[in-house]
C-alpha cells in the first residue's frame, strides 16, 4: 500500500511513505486478511532534512530460475515494496503461428507440443480437435477415450510441475524431488505411448499417431492408483506447514469478478470462486458424463490456487480411473482414405491404398472453408485453438488462445504493491509457460 | 447438468503449525532416505531401458545385396515439417529408382517419426537410439552410407506386422 | 480441508444446454439485431454451432459494451482477441471471443478493417484481459487500437522494423536477408532494446508509462508498403523458399 503524504508536513521524513501489510502469520488465523499498519509507518519518525527518495530498479530474469523460463519483470521497487511491475515476453518468440500457415494440418501437430513443453498431450489433441471440429471429422469412441486419458494425464504432467516449482519457490526442495519423481513415470507413459518424452507429437488430424501400445493401460491405472499417495506426501509437507501459509496466504489475491474480467482461466480463475471449467461448461468428448469435481477456492490468493490444483491432480486421477473403465476396443482412426493414411500393410499389398497413401501425403488433409474457436481446459487454462481455412490443406490463419499469456498480463495487477519476495510467489503460483506464452 | 464444486476451504488454526510440520517433513524424508526404491539410475554405466518405440536417429533399411530400400519416392521430403531430408532420386539400367543423394540433418530433425510413418517401402526408419557425439557440425549431417550403417533397432511404431507394437 | 462437495447448480439456461445440438437462432444475435440494427452486418453459422456477428467496426465499442453488461447477455469473460488477414489485400478481421459464463453461451464478434484504416477501438476500458491481446494483435497485424493505455509491441522487439509478422504480406523468413538481418542485429546499440518505459529518473513520474509517439509513428509507412501485388506474390515464393 502506497500512501502519498501531504506536501509540505515537516514531520514527514519521506515524501512517499510505505504501510507495509504484515499479517499474514499463521498464528492471526487462517482466514486473516492482511490488516494495515501493525508496523508502525515512518511517520512519527522525527523530521531530518528531506532526502530524495528514488525508486530502484530491479531486472529479474530472464534468464532467472525462479521466472520459470525467459519472462523478464523489470520491477521498481520502494524500499522492499514493488511499486511497478513491468513483465517483458518475447525471448522465447517463434512465430509458430506463422510457420503453421505454411504447413499442412498434420505437419503443425509437431509445432503445437513445443508450445506447452509442460503437457504436450493436451495442445496436440486440442489442435486436431478444432480441425476435426472443422472439418466435421467424427473421431471412432476408443480414439476419444484415448485422448480423455492423455488429456487428464497430462494435466496431472503439467501440475506436477508447477507443484515442485512451487515448492522451490517457496523454499522447500523435497517436494520437487517427490513431484519429479512422479513426472518420471509420466514421461515413461509418454515414451511407451509415442515413443518421445516431451515432444510427442501425438495426434493425427482424424485419430492418432498410434494405438495404445500392449500393456499401456495397465502401466497408467498403475501409475493413477499410486499417486494419491505422493500427492498425500507433498500435503503432508506444505498443506499445514505454517512457513507455507505465511509466505502464500493472502498475497496476490483476485476477486472472482476481477479475475473474470481480466480473462483469468483454469484454476487460477477457479481458485477465486468462480467454478468455470471448459470440461463442465463446454463439454467436449463426453466429460459431462464423467464423475469429476470442480474445486473451487475462496480468496483468490496463492493459497488458494496451491489448494485448487492439488485438487484437481486428485480429479485428474479419479477421471483416468473412469476413462480407462470404459475404454473400447476398435479403432482408433476414422476410416476414411482422404483423412487418415491407410495401414502399412494396406499401403504395400494394394494399389488403391497406394494410390490414397501418396494423394494424402502429396496433397494433405483437406478441411473445408470456415473457421472454429475450439477451447479445452488445458492444465493451465482454457486453451483454444482458432483455426481459419479457406478450403485447402493449409490454415489460412492458425490462432491459439494461450492461457498463460493472459493469465500472466495480470501480473502487474497482483503484485503492485505487495512485498517483493513476493513477487516469486504470485510468478510461480500462476503457473505460465513461457514456449506458449511467446509462441 | 450441474456443476459439481468442491469448495477448497483452509486448514483449521489449530491444524498449522512451524515446528510441527517440521518434524512432519523430517519423518518424511527420513523414511524416504531409508526406503529401498531406487529412482535414480547411475546413466552411463546403466543404460535405460528405452521403449520399442522410442523415436531417434534415423536408420536406412537396406535389401540383402546390400542397396537401399529407398525408391526415392519423395515422400519423406514432402512430410517432413522440419525439411531435413534432401533428396536426389534416380534410376538404374533397369529401371528401378533409387536415391543419388539422400541425407538427413539430425540438426534439424524433430525426431517426429512423419517420414517413417509415410515411407511406403519400409526403407527410412527412426531409430532406438539417443546417444550422438562428434567432433564436427558437419558429422551430423548423415548422408546414404551413413544411414545405412547403422545398426541400432528401429522404432515399433507403424510396424506392418504389428501395428500394436504387441 | 477436504470439505464435502457442496452442489451448485448453476441457473439452467433456456437453449444452449444440449452440446452438439445445432440452434439457428442464437438469443444474443437476435438481441443484437433487434437492438442494433444496421450495425450488425451479417450473422454465419460457422463449423456446425459456432455463431459469428460481423460488427460495423466504428461502433464495435458501443456493441461489445452492450453485450457485456447487458442483462440479457453478460458476456463477462472476453476469451481472445485475435485478427486474420486473408491475404489478397482483402480487409483484416479483427475477432473477438466472447463467453458467458452465467448463461453458457459462445459468441464471436468479427470486425473487417480495410488496409488502409487499421484503426479500432479499444475494448481494454472494458475487459482487461484485451490489453495484452490487442498488444499482440497491434504487434502481429498493424492494427491500432484507439485509447489502448499501453501500445507498444509486445512479442516482437520493441523496435522492430520489419512490419508485422503476421500479415500474408510479411515473408516467413522476414523482410530482410539473413545478412542484413545479422548486420542489423550487430549494429545494434543494445540499450536501444531497453524502452522508454524503463528509464525512470527523478523528475518523471514512474506510474505513467512513456511511450514514444515517434517510435511507434515509425511503423505505420510499413501500412502503405502493402499493394495487393505484394500481398499476393507473397504467399507462394515463401513457400517455395520454406520448403527450400
Known amino acids: 500500500m502506497r500512501a502519498e503524504a501531504p506536501e509540505g508536513d515537516a514531520r514527514i521524513m519521506s515524501k512517499r511513505t510505505v504501510e507495509y501489510t504484515v499479517g499474514r502469520t499463521p498464528e492471526m488465523g487462517v482466514d486473516a486478511r492482511p490488516t494495515p499498519g501493525l508496523l508502525e509507518p515512518t511517520q512519527l519518525i522525527p523530521a531530518e532534512p528531506d532526502f530524495e527518495t528514488n525508486s530502484m530498479l530491479v531486472n529479474v530474469g530472464p534468464q532467472h530460475p525462479a521466472t520459470h523460463g525467459v519472462l523478464r519483470l523489470l520491477l521498481e521497487l520502494d524500499g522492499e515494496t514493488v511499486v511497478r511491475c513491468t513483465p517483458h515476453i518475447g525471448y522465447l518468440h517463434s512465430s509458430f503461428e506463422k510457420l503453421g500457415e505454411y504447413r499442412d494440418w498434420n505437419q503443425i501437430v509437431p509445432l503445437t507440443d513445443r508450445m506447452d513443453y509442460l503437457a504436450p498431450l493436451i495442445y496436440n489433441c486440442a489442435f486436431v480437435m478444432a480441425v476435426e471440429k472443422l472439418g466435421g471429422i467424427e473421431v471412432t469412441e476408443r480414439c476419444k477415450v484415448l485422448r480423455v486419458i492423455m488429456m487428464e494425464m497430462d494435466r496431472i504432467f503439467g501440475h506436477l510441475l508447477w507443484l515442485g516449482t512451487w515448492a522451490i519457490d517457496v523454499g522447500a526442495f523435497t517436494p520437487f524431488l517427490y513431484a519429479f519423481q512422479q513426472r518420471e513415470k509420466i514421461y515413461t507413459l509418454h515414451e511407451a505411448l509415442t515413443g518421445a518424452r516431451i515432444t510427442t507429437s501425438a495426434t493425427r488430424v482424424g485419430g492418432l499417431m498410434a494405438d495404445a501400445p500392449k500393456g499401456w493401460e495397465e502401466d497408467v491405472r498403475a501409475f493413477a492408483n499410486q499417486l494419491p499417495r505422493t500427492l498425500d506426501e507433498i500435503d503432508a509437507l506444505l498443506t499445514t506447514n ?19 474480467n481480466s480473462g483469468f482461466t483454469g484454476p487460477n480463475l477457479r481458485a477465486s470462486g468462480v467454478p468455470y471449467d471448459v470440461r463442465k461448461d463446454r463439454p467436449y468428448y463426453d466429460y459431462e458424463t464423467y464423475d469429476f469435481e470442480v474445486p473451487v477456492g475462496e480468496h483468490g490468493d496463492c493459497y488458494d490456487r496451491y489448494l485448487v490444483r492439488m485438487e484437481e491432480m486428485r480429479q485428474s486421477c479419479r477421471l483416468l480411473h473412469q476413462a480407462l473403465d470404459r475404454l473400447p476396443d476398435g479403432p482408433v482412426n476414422v476410416d476414411d482414405p482422404r483423412v487418415i493414411l491407410p495401414s502399412k500393410t494396406d499401403c504395400m499389398n494394394d494399389m488403391e491404398s497406394m494410390i490414397h497413401h501418396f494423394k494424402l501425403v502429396m496433397e494433405g488433409v483437406k478441411i473445408p472453408e470456415g473457421d472454429c474457436y475450439f477451447p479445452v481446459e488445458g492444465s493451465k487454462g482454457e486453451l483454444g485453438m482458432y483455426v481459419v481455412s479457406d478450403g485447402g490443406s493449409k490454415p489460412i490463419r492458425w490462432r491459439i488462445r494461450p492461457p498463460s499469456f493472459v493469465n500472466l498480463s495480470v501480473i502487474s495487477k497482483l503484485v503492485e504493491g505487495g512485498l517483493f519476495a513476493d513477487v516469486i510467489m504470485v510468478n510461480a503460483s500462476l503457473d505460465i509457460v513461457l514456449g506458449e506464452i511467446d509462441r | 447438468m450441474p456443476v459439481t464444486v468442491k469448495v477448497m476451504r483452509r486448514p483449521d488454526p489449530g491444524r498449522t503449525s512451524y515446528l510441527r510440520a517440521a518434524l512432519k517433513g523430517m519423518r518424511l524424508t527420513f523414511k524416504h532416505l531409508v526406503s529401498p526404491d531406487k529412482v535414480t539410475l547411475e546413466y552411463p554405466e546403466e543404460q535405460p531401458d528405452l521403449h520399442p518405440r522410442w523415436r531417434g536417429t534415423h536408420r536406412m533399411e537396406v535389401h540383402a545385396d546390400g542397396r537401399p530400400k529407398c525408391v526415392a519416392c519423395g515422400l519423406c521430403p514432402t512430410v517432413c515439417p522440419a525439411n531435413c531430408i534432401r533428396l536426389v532420386g534416380g534410376e538404374d539400367d533397369e529401371g528401378n529408382r533409387y536415391p543419388i543423394v539422400y541425407e538427413i540433418d539430425e540438426f534439424r530433425c524433430i525426431f517426429c517419426g512423419m517420414c517413417q510413418e509415410v515411407c511406403p517401402v519400409e526403407a527410412i526408419h527412426v531409430g532406438v537410439h539417443f546417444e550422438n557425439a562428434e567432433y564436427t557440425r558437419d558429422r551430423f549431417v548423415y548422408d546414404l552410407d551413413r544411414l545405412m550403417e547403422q545398426e541400432h533397432p528401429v522404432t515399433a511404431l507403424w510396424d506392418p506386422s504389428d501395428p500394436r507394437s504387441e | 480441508m477436504m470439505t464435502p462437495s ?16 445445432v440452434e439457428e437462432v442464437h438469443p444474443s444475435v437476435d438481441a443484437l439485431e433487434r437492438r442494433f440494427g444496421d450495425v450488425v452486418l451479417r450473422h454465419q453459422i460457422q463449423a456446425g454451432d459456432e455463431h459469428v456477428v460481423y460488427v460495423e467496426p466504428g461502433r464495435s465499442l458501443e456493441v461489445l459494451e452492450w453485450l457485456r453488461d447487458d442483462a440479457g447477455q453478460r458476456f463477462d469473460l472476453l476469451v481472445d482477441v485475435t485478427a486474420v488477414d486473408y491475404g489478397g489485400g482483402r480487409p483484416i478481421e479483427v475477432v473477438y471471443q466472447l463467453w458467458s459464463i ?18 479500432i477501438d479499444s475494448v481494454v476500458p472494458l475487459w482487461d484481459a484485451a490489453n495484452w491481446l490487442e498488444r499482440e494483435v497491434y504487434d502481429m497485424f498493424g492494427v491500432h487500437f484507439r485509447g489502448h493505455p499501453d501500445p507498444r509491441r509486445i512479442l516482437m522487439p520493441e523496435f522492430y522494423q520489419e512490419g508485422h509478422p503476421l500479415r500474408k504480406d510479411f515473408p516467413l523468413r522476414g523482410r530482410f536477408s539473413r545478412a542484413e538481418q545479422t548486420r542489423r542485429a550487430l549494429s545494434q546499440n543494445p540499450e536501444d532494446y531497453y524502452p522508454p518505459t524503463e528509464f525512470v529518473g527523478p523528475g518523471r513520474d514512474p506510474q505513467v508509462p512513456q511511450v514514444d509517439p515517434d517510435r511507434l509513428e515509425e511503423d505505420r509507412p510499413e501500412r502503405e508498403l ?8 507473397a504467399h507462394g515464393p515463401d513457400d517455395q523458399a520454406e520448403r527450400e
Open chain 3, 6 to 21: 457442496d452442489e451448485h447448480p448453476l441457473p439452467s439456461t433456456s437453449s444452449s444446454e444440449e452440446p452438439g445440438a
Open chain 3, 102 to 119: 452465467p448463461n453458457r453461451r459462445a459468441l464471436r464478434v468479427k470486425c473487417e478493417l480495410p488496409l488502409s484504416e487499421l484503426e
Open chain 3, 226 to 233: 502493402l499493394s495487393p501485388d505484394e500481398a499476393e506474390g
Open chain 1, 242 to 260: 505454517g512457513i507455507h501459509l505465511g509466505r502464500t496466504q493472502g498475497v496476490g489475491a483476485i476477486s472472482g469478478e476481477e479475475a473474470i
